[in-house]
């Protein structure tokens, strides 16, 4: 098998190389056609639809039981060793602190007879997309629920593919209960996307779909786009490392990995203007992938990453930027300047000693993060995300009596005299 120094290609921009480019969205027009496939079906069939799909495509029969029954939720206690329920709770009280901090507030101003503001209010029903089938994601639960829960949405369910037996792993279930979801179903793929946009006998519709999935879930969640609100279109995770020579080639070597066994897409990239540090590195991830359990899923990965050699900072942080990178791990002398040189990027890691699990599992973020590039206008997952904000306006006859000229003026410039009309019969009495 190549090692990494085969998989993980020198891109020397010192030299002309061009810089890497952002991953793009392209999706074969199979799983486009195969989602809006499934999303019709689920429409015009409802829960008949999702017993099928979930039957073709996991192998389960989930007839009569598409929800997860309280029983099995409560019972998840029992079956979640103690240390893991106690890290889910933690990070679980973690989260909520984030996101507390994040909802806007409604206010309200009077000036000149005119009373103006907004109020908020949380959407009326979440739903959370949690991968599952070969793996177990409890983390990915909380990342979805909670920002809700503390939004004040109303209902919070949550969808995962079931597990060959038919289950849903012990942990996610507790998950679900710790952030007091209102239901978890145990259906995934475009089908489970289908359910939460436009409703099944067993599965209520929601306002608004998050969470990460594969590419059968995304182009569904792009398909019911409008119908519902998304968090946005997820691909591929991404880390960009950059570094100087404060840098420990092996932790540096160990976060490569970490990303990398993600999945055979993921992106990852080194980036720095130290030319010794790229083959100490190399030599490092040598070692780290010979004891990796998910190794051929690292090495396939590191085909899509590279080792960027820049002439500086500053070129580091137009790298940083083009990439736009979904995670963004600074490992410099001094990491918060180099941080205040780019703006593109969806969560930061500062120093020696913040690799990105820590945001993976709660500290201090959210994991659902913006990728290919789109952390150029896109933001991670946030409370805010999940309430609305809408504008208040009431004048008083004095209000209108002050404004009500100008805005006259400005609706007839544009031809809109019935516009203008609205305002000078309440002028005129």
Same mark, same amino acid.
């Given at each position: 098998?190549?090692?990494?120094?085969?998989?993980?290609?020198?891109?020397?921009?010192?030299?002309?190389?061009?810089?890497?480019?952002?991953?793009?969205?392209?999706?074969?027009?199979?799983?486009?056609?195969?989602?809006?496939?499934?999303?019709?079906?689920?429409?015009?069939?409802? !829960?008949?639809?999702?017993?099928? *799909?979930?039957?073709?495509?996991?192998?389960? #029969?989930?007839?009569?039981?598409?929800?997860?029954?309280?029983?099995?939720?409560?019972?998840?206690?029992?079956e979640v060793p103690?240390?893991?329920?106690?890290?889910?709770?933690?990070?679980?009280?973690? *989260?909520?602190?984030?996101?507390?901090?994040? /909802?806007?507030?409604?206010?309200?101003?009077?000036?000149?007879?005119?009373?103006?503001?907004?109020?908020?209010?949380?959407?009326?029903?979440?739903?959370?997309?949690?991968?599952?089938?070969r793996a177990s994601?409890?983390? &990915?639960?909380?990342?979805?629920?909670?920002?809700?829960?503390?939004?004040?949405?109303?209902?919070?369910?949550?969808?995962?593919?079931?597990?060959? !037996?038919?289950?849903?792993?012990?942990?996610?279930?507790?998950?679900?209960?710790?952030?007091?979801?209102?239901?978890?179903?145990?259906?995934?793929?475009?089908?489970?996307?289908?359910?939460?946009?436009?409703?099944?006998?067993?599965?209520?519709?929601?306002?608004?779909?998050?969470?990460?999935?594969?590419?059968? @879930?995304?182009?569904?969640?792009?398909?019911?786009?409008?119908? @519902?609100?998304?968090?946005?279109?997820?691909?591929?995770?991404?880390? $960009?490392?950059?570094?100087?020579?404060?840098?420990?080639?092996?932790?540096?070597?160990? #976060?490569?990995?970490?990303?990398?066994?993600?999945?055979?897409?993921?992106?990852?990239?080194?980036?720095?203007?130290?030319?010794?540090?790229?083959?100490?590195?190399?030599?490092?991830?040598? &070692?780290?992938?010979?004891?990796?359990?998910?190794?051929?899923?690292? *090495?396939?990965?590191?085909?899509?990453?590279?080792?960027?050699? $820049?002439?500086?900072?500053?070129?580091?942080?137009?790298?940083?930027?083009?990439?736009?990178?979904?995670?963004?791990? @600074?490992?410099?002398? #001094?990491?918060?300047?180099?941080?205040?040189?780019?703006?593109?990027?969806?969560a930061a890691f500062?120093?020696?000693?913040?690799?990105?699990?820590?945001?993976?599992?709660?500290?201090?973020?959210?994991?659902?993060?913006?990728?290919?590039?789109?952390?150029?206008?896109?933001?991670?997952?946030?409370?805010?995300?999940?309430?609305?904000?809408?504008?208040?306006?009431?004048?008083?006859?004095?209000? /209108?009596?002050?404004?009500?000229?100008?805005?006259?003026? /400005?609706?007839?410039?544009?031809?809109?005299?019935?516009?203008?009309?609205?305002?000078?019969?309440?002028?005129?009495?």
């Amino acid at each position: 098998m190549a090692g990494a120094g085969d998989r993980l290609r020198l891109v020397d921009a010192r030299r002309g190389d061009p810089l890497p480019s952002p991953a793009s969205l392209a999706f074969e027009p199979e799983v486009l056609e195969g989602a809006r496939a499934i999303l019709e079906r689920v429409r015009a069939e409802g !829960d008949r639809a999702l017993v099928e *799909l979930t039957q073709r495509y996991d192998g389960v #029969d989930v007839s009569g039981r598409i929800r997860v029954s309280d029983e099995e939720i409560a019972a998840a206690e029992r079956e979640v060793p103690e240390d893991l329920r106690r890290a889910i709770e933690r990070m679980a009280d973690r *989260l909520r602190r984030v996101h507390e901090r994040q /909802i806007p507030r409604s206010w309200e101003e009077e000036a000149h007879g005119v009373r103006f503001g907004e109020v908020v209010h949380p959407v009326a029903a979440v739903g959370g997309y949690v991968p599952g089938g070969r793996a177990s994601y409890p983390s &990915t639960v909380l990342m979805t629920a909670i920002p809700a829960r503390v939004a004040g949405v109303e209902r919070v369910v949550v969808c995962s593919p079931p597990a060959a !037996d038919g289950s849903v792993p012990a942990s996610v279930r507790y998950a679900a209960g710790v952030a007091r979801v209102d239901a978890l179903y145990r259906i995934g793929g475009a089908q489970a996307i289908a359910a939460l946009a436009f409703g099944t006998e067993s599965v209520p519709p929601v306002s608004k779909i998050v969470g990460p999935g594969n590419v059968w @879930v995304t182009a569904a969640k792009r398909e019911v786009t409008g119908i @519902v609100g998304i968090d946005g279109l997820a691909g591929p995770t991404e880390l $960009v490392v950059v570094a100087d020579r404060t840098a420990n080639p092996r932790h540096l070597a160990a #976060d490569l990995v970490a990303q990398a066994e993600h999945d055979p897409l993921a992106r990852a990239f080194l980036v720095t203007w130290e030319e010794d540090l790229a083959p100490a590195v190399l030599a490092e991830l040598e &070692t780290e992938l010979a004891e990796a359990p998910r190794a051929e899923v690292a *090495l396939a990965a590191l085909e899509h990453g590279a080792l960027v050699l $820049v002439e500086g900072e500053q070129r580091a942080a137009e790298a940083v930027d083009r990439l736009a990178p979904e995670h963004l791990q @600074v490992v410099t002398e #001094d990491p918060r300047a180099f941080l205040a040189r780019v703006r593109s990027f969806g969560a930061a890691f500062l120093g020696p000693f913040t690799p990105v699990t820590l945001g993976d599992y709660g500290v201090g973020s959210n994991h659902v993060l913006p990728t290919m590039g789109t952390a150029r206008f896109a933001s991670g997952l946030r409370a805010a995300d999940l309430v609305t904000v809408s504008y208040v306006l009431e004048a008083a006859r004095e209000g /209108i009596e002050r404004v009500g000229s100008e805005v006259e003026a /400005i609706a007839k410039a544009e031809g809109f005299f019935g516009h203008a009309r609205a305002s000078e019969i309440r002028r005129s009495g």
